[in-house]
């Protein structure tokens, strides 16, 4: 089955602990993004991979990193995390940059 | 930069009952994208629209885009309780979606 794969799908953390959450797609997609969804504002980009070692900013980049070392993988780094940092977030992927993009099932981070 | 407009942001209908869904943007776009987003579920894919005057419809939902007024619509007729999501437009500019804030409907029997 094509699909998106986030984890964890939930995730509870304190200020300031490195947390990683892992993205995987099966549809040898180039493409892939992240983004985060917050009340009121919709989902906004945070990263984006056209390919494997290529990797751009988004509209909200700071306080992420990102990392595309195998085509199918897309983790999302947060390495000092804070408050403002929860939210959902969601992986995409699609053929190129632009197409349809293919949403992962999300992951609720809250940080305390 | 795009900027992307929903209205409403929130709306409550009566099952039986037509509504629209508009979603205007700020500069050119190439295509728009049309997603459903089910309560604490992922988003998925409703309707690509391709070009001016473009139509595309599945079950009550029916989308169109105006590329000269910059602006879709998303029209729900005779709404049932499974249509009640967040509906969510994206057009594209530069090879980038812009989402916009969502619509979250609400379907009452």
């Known amino acids: 089955e094509a699909q998106v794969t986030q984890n964890p799908r939930y995730l509870i953390t304190v200020t300031g602990k490195k947390l990683t959450v892992t993205c995987s797609q099966n549809?040898?997609?180039?493409?892939m993004s992240w983004y985060r969804q917050d009340p009121g504002l919709g989902l906004r980009q945070i990263y984006y991979s056209m390919n494997v070692e290529v990797t751009d900013k988004g509209d909200v980049p700071e306080g992420y990193k990102v990392s595309r070392k195998e085509k199918r993988n897309f983790p999302l780094i947060l390495e000092s995390p804070s408050p403002n940092q929860t939210s959902l977030y969601f992986c995409?992927?699609?053929?190129?940059?632009?197409?349809?993009?293919?949403f992962g099932p999300g992951t609720r981070l809250t940080v305390t | 930069e795009l900027k992307v407009e929903q209205n409403p942001l929130f709306l409550s209908m009566q099952e039986g009952k037509n509504y629209t869904i508009y979603c205007n943007y700020s500069t050119t776009s190439d295509r728009l994208y049309w997603y459903r987003q089910d309560p604490g579920k992922s988003l998925e894919s409703l309707f690509v629209?391709?070009?001016?005057?473009a139509v595309k419809q599945e079950g009550r939902l029916m989308a169109s885009l105006d590329t000269k007024a910059r602006l879709s619509t998303l029209h729900i007729t005779a709404a049932v309780h499974d249509l009640s999501a967040t509906y969510f437009c994206?057009?594209?500019?530069?090879?980038?979606?812009?989402f916009g804030s969502g619509t979250q409907l609400t379907v009452l029997p």
């Open positions: 549809m040898n997609h180039e493409y």
């Open positions: 995409a992927s699609s053929p190129g940059k632009g197409l349809e993009q293919y």
């Open positions: 629209l391709l070009s001016n005057g």
């Open positions: 994206a057009p594209r500019s530069a090879r980038q979606l812009t």
